[in-house]
T-cell receptor
């Protein structure tokens, strides 16, 4: 299967941390990604993690990967109003299609309250 | 570099009409993709191409056609528009040689079929 599961909506106060979760299906995925979509725009790669890593830190972003449970999370520290967007988790479908096809989750809408 | 560009930005079609959504990338990427995004449903892959002259079906190809005569261009054709094709369409491209398989997205075309 190619289902990537995400919850749909998160509201967070400016300055707080926000955590978005997803579960994926392809245990052969070599990379897992977080994309950000601002209103009226296309998706933009926010960060990614290689499948042999447990954690990746990138400024205010922390990605945690639990391969056993096929669980991926994104933590945004000190959330700012510019972080209001839809966040998509994606996996590359290495087992079925090679590395250049991605499966996307339904997205998490994050609303930052000033 | 302009990246991935799409035209038009918006379009309203009557049922049964045809149109072509244009997509161009100037990054010399070998892979190109067409997705549709329905509200709350994430992205679904329509068609993709691994290089000029080669195309393949994604998850939801019915009602669409593509061609890839050059590396830069990947137009999507709707022959007989139906209300079910009302959606936001995104074109993306990626380059297999980086090893990360990041996809770069265009700004999208919002299509309404009435």
């Amino acid at each position: 299967g190619e289902d990537v599961e995400q919850s749909l909506f998160l509201s967070v106060r400016e300055g707080d941390s926000s955590v978005i979760n997803c579960t994926y299906t392809d245990s052969s995925s070599t990379y897992l990604y977080w994309y950000k979509q601002e209103p009226g725009a296309g998706l933009q790669l926010l960060t990614y993690i290689f499948s042999n890593m447990d954690m990746k830190q990138d400024q205010r972003l922390t990605v945690l990967l639990n391969k056993k449970d096929k669980h991926l999370s994104l933590r945004i520290a000190d959330t700012q109003t510019g972080d209001s967007a839809i966040y998509f988790c994606a996996e590359n479908l290495a087992l079925f299609y090679g590395n250049n096809r991605l499966a996307f989750g339904k997205g998490n809408q994050v609303v930052v309250i000033p | 570099n302009a990246g991935v560009t799409q035209t038009p930005k918006f379009r309203i079609l009557k049922i049964g009409q045809s149109m072509t959504l244009q997509c161009t990338q100037d990054m010399n990427h070998n892979y190109m993709y067409w997705y549709r995004q329905d509200p709350g449903m994430g992205l679904k892959l329509i068609y993709y191409s691994v290089g000029a002259g080669i195309t393949d079906k994604g998850e939801v190809p019915n009602g669409y056609n593509v061609s890839r005569s050059t590396t830069e261009d990947f137009p999507l054709r709707l022959e007989l528009a139906a209300p079910s094709q009302t959606s936001v369409y995104f074109c993306a491209s990626s380059y297999s040689e980086t090893g990360i398989y990041e996809q770069y997205f265009g700004p999208g075309t919002r299509l309404t079929v009435t």
